[in-house]
């Protein structure tokens, strides 16, 4: 099997290439207010560059490239005295609202104002009646105790409870140590701290303390993706200074990295989800991707959903999960992106260099299939949307863009597709491309809740095999409801759910089932070859 481009390993990068990325402390908010969307409507024969989503000017597509770059420059001058409210996501311009996750969003519906990010359960404090009933809370604050983010309620009103939390770290470290985690009746305090940072998780969810760390590793990872590591910098001069003024219309990310978080079997596992697609036309996209390259361009990625369609790199940076995660979580977070516009705004990979921003060309090219071009310089909007243009018409050419579309309206396959008795689910990992494969939930795990205790119940089985302490090669558990077993070898994990009554040898044998069906299949499940620049 070969090794695609989501390799967890992490290249150098040269020296020119990290000089083009570098950000100082200084530059970020200017660079952050300089996103703009360049919304091209299918009956207008303009473009609308979108500017702190206030201000905006409109560039004719019959105007020639230097006139179009001149009318941009004008606007990147006026950058420097606009700046964004922090409520504000789109422009006055823009018909169709923002819709968001239930559980923490809401969109204000006035006509007569800019649309504005509304999260639910803002009201709360920690004195409110409802707010211990929630099940996993997850703060971030200063080491100067100045709030920077609550999953729930209004960071300003939280200031007393995050001084609190605060003090604790603080204690803690005044006896030369850390303050890891604690329980208190049957809720879990985590903490971690990231330089000047500290990510607090207050769970009685049950999970395990390793995956409670993990999630604040990534709600730091995606503030790192909106501001660059060159936010130490600016506590390292200001203390006391107040992040929430930089991460202003940030918190929809956040909100639905945290709820992602609940249920996304790739966040546990670190890998990706890829699009079930038939081999030969996976491998029409990566030509079709391959036809539209450019000095400037660094990634190709093709999106349907949460799931990976394809993927072009260059042949020395690999792309590693945790920052495909948040690019996806970036671009499916708002819904700004849905509207088949171009957009065109900064975005740090963590993993990849957290120094600085890559510049991201995002379109979706068909209902919830988006296509991603990511690139080093500022100034080649026009030239990625000129790439853009050259791949979408090799995906009608060769049928491709409708093979997608079917195959992400498809249902997931079956457990029964497998023909393996006694099997009720499944987890595959190959550690090789860090993707995965899963069947779709059928009974017994149609309900919501059956499929949070599944869940859980491999957040478990994952601890049992990659402890810090005498991690388990295989591990089996019998409960009332179910067996599991799990796998781990050099090559792959896996995670098998079978009947309470099935006995140890059958579950053995069906897991080597599992093994050779997934074997014929993996050219449709996984991205096998994965072609580079």
């Not at 219309?249 to 609940?262: C, E, H, I």
């Not at 491998?283 to 990976?308: E, K, R």
């Not at 992106?337 to 890559?358: I, M, Q, V, Y």
């Not at 090789?432 to 919501?448: L, N, S, V």
Request: proline share 4%; with cysteine; hydrophobic share 35%.
């Amino acid at each position: 099997m070969m090794s695609t481009d989501l390799n967890a390993s992490s290249s150098s990068i040269p020296f020119d290439l990290d000089e083009r990325l570098a950000e100082s402390a200084e530059e970020i908010e200017r660079k952050r207010s300089s996103t703009f969307v360049a919304e091209i409507g299918e009956n207008e024969h303009a473009q609308v560059l979108n500017l702190d989503r206030n201000e905006t000017l409109v560039v004719d597509n019959e105007s020639s490239d230097d006139e179009r770059r001149e009318k941009l420059g004008k606007v990147e001058e006026k950058e420097v005295i606009v700046r964004r409210p922090r409520s504000s996501v789109v422009s006055k311009k823009r018909d169709q609202s923002d819709h968001e996750d239930e559980e923490s969003t809401d969109i204000s519906r006035d006509p007569n104002e800019p649309e504005v990010f509304r999260r639910k359960y803002q009201e709360e404090d920690s004195s409110h009646p409802n707010w211990p009933l929630h099940k996993k809370h997850i703060f971030a604050l200063s080491l100067a105790g100045k709030p920077i983010y609550s999953r729930y309620g209004d960071e300003q009103n939280l200031a007393p409870f995050m001084g609190a939390l605060t003090a604790m770290v603080s204690f803690v470290q005044d006896l030369n140590d850390n303050l890891r985690y604690l329980e208190a009746g049957e809720h879990r305090f985590v903490f971690v701290v990231k330089g000047s940072i500290i990510f607090v998780g207050v769970s009685r969810t049950d999970e395990p303390i390793s995956n409670l760390v993990n999630q604040l590793n990534y709600v730091h990872a995606q503030i790192i993706s909106i501001l660059t590591a060159g936010v130490n910098g600016i506590f390292d001069r200001k203390p006391n200074y107040d992040l929430r003024s930089l991460l202003g219309g940030a918190d929809r990310f956040l909100d639905s990295l945290s709820s992602l978080m609940d249920h996304d079997i790739s966040f546990l596992l670190n890998s990706i989800h890829c699009l079930r697609l038939d081999a030969s036309v996976r491998a029409n996209i990566s030509s079709v991707l391959q036809t539209a390259q450019h000095p400037d361009l660094l990634y190709s990625i093709m999106i349907a959903g949460h799931q990976l369609v394809n993927l072009i790199r260059p042949k020395k940076y690999v792309l590693q999960p945790g920052d495909m995660h948040l690019i996806m979580n970036f671009v499916h977070a708002s819904t700004a992106f849905r509207t088949g516009n171009e957009s065109w705004t900064p975005l740090c990979l963590p993993k990849f260099n957290d120094s600085g921003f890559l510049h991201s060309y995002v379109c979706f090219i068909a209902k919830d299939i988006c296509l991603l071009l990511l690139s080093t310089k500022q100034e080649c909007f026009y030239e990625l949307s000129s790439c853009k243009n050259i791949i979408v018409q090799g995906l009608n050419r060769t049928g491709a863009l409708e093979s997608i579309m079917k195959a992400y309206e498809r249902p997931d396959y079956s457990v029964g597709e497998l023909g393996v008795p006694g099997l009720l689910h499944f987890l595959y990992k190959s550690k090789g491309t860090c993707q995965f494969t899963c069947p779709r939930f059928e009974a017994p795990y149609t309900e919501r809740k059956e499929q949070k205790r599944l869940f859980r119940m491999y957040q478990r089985a994952h601890k049992k095999t990659h402890g810090i302490k005498n991690p388990h090669k295989v591990y089996y558990q019998v409960s009332y409801l179910e067996t599991i077993i799990a796998w781990v070898t050099a090559g792959f994990e896996l995670f098998a759910v079978f009947g309470p009554m099935e006995p140890k040898g059958n579950c053995i044998k069906s897991c080597n089932e599992i093994l050779k069906w997934i074997k014929n299949e993996e050219g449709n499940l996984l991205i096998l070859n994965s072609p580079v620049w």
